[in-house]
């Protein structure tokens, strides 16, 4: 069983920073993309930035320039560094991480945090 445990969200003014982490736990053989995703009320959920196990990222155009990804492989977490925050990035927050449950027979499986919440707001 995997798990992943997100936390760092808040209520923060506009202009602030914050920075979200999210450590995976459990039996497997390593973690390939992980990514974080956001959700506000009435929207779909969508994707914000991913970092691959090489390192390599990607990011929304909506938070390009304010938002960096990072991962620790030591610690198998990810975090988001959200800077220049605006009331639009106002979101529940989920962390997700593509797992290799098992090298021998090649299994990934994707999981999901529980999600942390993320207010700007003044």
């Known amino acids: 069983q995997v798990q992943l445990v997100e936390s760092g969200g808040g209520l923060v003014q506009p202009g602030g920073s914050l920075r979200l982490s999210c450590a995976a736990s459990g039996n497997f053989d390593g973690i390939n993309t992980m990514g974080w995703y956001r959700q506000a009320p009435g929207k779909e959920r969508e994707l914000v930035a991913a970092?691959?196990?090489?390192?390599?990222?990607r990011y929304a155009d909506s938070v390009k320039g304010r938002f960096t990804i990072s991962r620790d492989n030591a610690r198998n977490t990810v975090y988001l560094q959200m800077n220049s925050l605006k009331p639009e990035d106002t979101a529940a927050y989920y962390c997700?991480?593509?797992?290799?449950?098992?090298?021998?027979?090649?299994?990934?499986?994707?999981?999901w945090g529980q999600g942390t919440q993320v207010t700007v707001s003044s």
């Open positions: 970092i691959t196990s090489g390192s390599s990222t």
């Open positions: 997700n991480a593509n797992v290799l449950v098992s090298i021998s027979t090649r299994t990934s499986r994707n999981y």
